[in-house]
Nanobody
Framework: QVQVVESGGGLVQPGGSLRLSCAVS????????MEWHRQAPGKQRELVAQ???????NYADSVLGRFTISRDNAKNTVYLQMNSLEIEDTAVYYC?????WGQGTQVTVSS
């Protein structure tokens, strides 16, 4: 059974940075497209970034130029580097494998 575990969330001031990690237990990780989504209070869950098995990345317009998705296939892990964080980035961030969602990690941007 595939398991997905996120880590790296926390409290940061506006303009700061965080790096989220998503570890996948099994399931042919290297060929899977992996995604990061987020859900802010009172809003629908939205796609933030995705990365194919070959390393091609796509981003939501709201994070383009500030967030970077990457993967280390040797470690079965995908990352989301978040720079120049804004208050509007506050949300629960979820890692998505094609078969399963992670439990989410809270990111709070506040002064």
């Amino acid at each position: 059974q595939v398991q997905v575990v996120e880590s790296g969330g926390g409290l940061v001031q506006p303009g700061g940075s965080l790096r989220l990690s998503c570890a996948v237990s099994r399931g042919a990780f290297s060929i899977r497209t992996m995604e990061w989504h987020r859900q802010a209070p009172g809003k629908q869950r939205e796609l933030v970034a995705q990365i194919t098995g070959g390393g091609r990345a796509n981003y939501a317009d709201s994070v383009l130029g500030r967030f970077t998705i990457s993967r280390d296939n040797a470690k079965n892990t995908v990352y989301l580097q978040m720079n120049s964080l804004e208050i509007e980035d506050t949300a629960v961030y979820y890692c998505k494998h094609p078969l399963i969602w992670g439990q989410g990690t809270q990111v709070t941007v506040s002064s």
